[in-house]
């Protein structure tokens, strides 16, 4: 079930204006707002995602690797 609320709109110098009540507050500092028909949708915009979110994200490798024979790399003759 959704919940509503009436809001009041308002003027703010040339622009229309809604104050978002406490319960429909949105995270952030930005949003992205569309119409739809006479619909009016506001969300959260999208955070891109860093390194740290990007790490989080992969999971453990519990795979065995092969040894590796570490040679040194051959003289290059100028």
Do not use: C, Y
């Amino acid at each position: 079930m959704s919940v509503e609320r009436h809001v009041r709109l308002f003027k703010n110098g040339r622009n229309q204006a809604v104050r978002i009540p406490r319960e429909f507050e949105l995270p952030g500092t930005g949003a992205i707002m569309r119409k739809e028909g006479e619909r009016l949708i506001i969300e959260p915009a999208g955070r891109k995602p860093g390194l740290v979110d990007l790490l989080k994200s992969w999971t453990r490798i519990d795979d065995e690797f092969p040894e590796i024979e570490d040679t040194p790399p051959r003289p290059v003759k100028l």
